[in-house]
């Protein structure tokens, strides 16, 4: 299921937020989004997803306009992790995950129960479904947040389950070890045949898990292309005003980067 983007803009009151920008998303490929700030990284994705049309331009999944989409056909279409989500009623974790099977009509009860409980083990979380969500911690909601967006994708992207998966900075509470699982989880999917989009801040997991990167600035796509080449561009030096260097480890598949400290108000000394 290709996502094609042709003149996409954004524009808020007298302010151009994003765009005009076009592109495609193509099953099987993971793509991931940096950029600073403000750059227009989360209303790129609320755009995609049709949570909050374009002002400008057309986002078409499969050929049909998301922003003619009524919300039931998004959701079968499309799974989506926010940046944040705000729970402010003590459900149980069971109760927040089942939420991600409201497409899944035809499932029994224990259909239900085992989708429930395989989403809760994908993010490590096996023994959580009769807490309270909030008294979790921020990392454990994140992470109970994806579980829920992958009872709604399904066991497989054969199913009749969305084909496309956003994640607008899923590792941002997560430790290392979850960062690297959540990352595992979205090329998974997008090798079984999907469509992944993901916002990212951290460089090196975008340089490690994207087949292919966007770097926005300003609203604008700075770049899109293959990290290695991302990387030796000098974009990322620019768009957020940091020198970097790029390393390649030895027995390392991919680049590494390091920005430098010396641009640092109070630069740690060696
Ligand atoms: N509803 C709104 N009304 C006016 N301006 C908005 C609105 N939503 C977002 N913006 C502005 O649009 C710009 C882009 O916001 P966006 O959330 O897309 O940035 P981002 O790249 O995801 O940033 P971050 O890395 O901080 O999450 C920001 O300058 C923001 O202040």
Known sequence: MPVTLDRVEVVL???RILGPLSLSLLPGS????????????????????????????????D???VAAMPAARLAGLRAVLPQASTVAFPFTVYEIVSLGLRM?????????????????????????G???????????QQRVQLARVLCQVGDAVGEAGPKLLILDEPTASLDVRHQLDVLSIAKDFAEAGGVALAVLHDLNLAA????????LD?????????PDRVLSSG????????????LSPQGWPRPAILPDLSACRSAPRG
């Open 30 to 61: 993971l793509t991931v989004v940096v950029g600073p700030n403000g750059a227009g990284k989360s209303t790129l994705v609320r755009a995609i997803s049709g949570e909050r049309p374009a002002t400008g331009g057309s986002v078409r999944h």
């Open 235 to 246: 974009v990322l030096t620019q768009v957020f005003g940091v020198a970097m260097t790029v």
């Open 13 to 15: 009151g007298a302010r």
């Open 104 to 128: 899944r009509a035809g499932l029994s009860p224990a259909g239900r129960r085992r989708a429930v409980a395989a989403a809760l083990a994908a993010v490590d979380l096996e023994d959580f």
């Open 130 to 140: 009769a807490r309270l969500y909030p008294e979790l911690s921020g990392g454990e």
């Open 63 to 65: 050929g049909a306009d």
């Open 218 to 226: 300003r609203g604008r796509l700075a770049a899109d292309d293959a």
């Open 208 to 215: 490690g898990f994207a087949d292919r990167m966007l770097v």
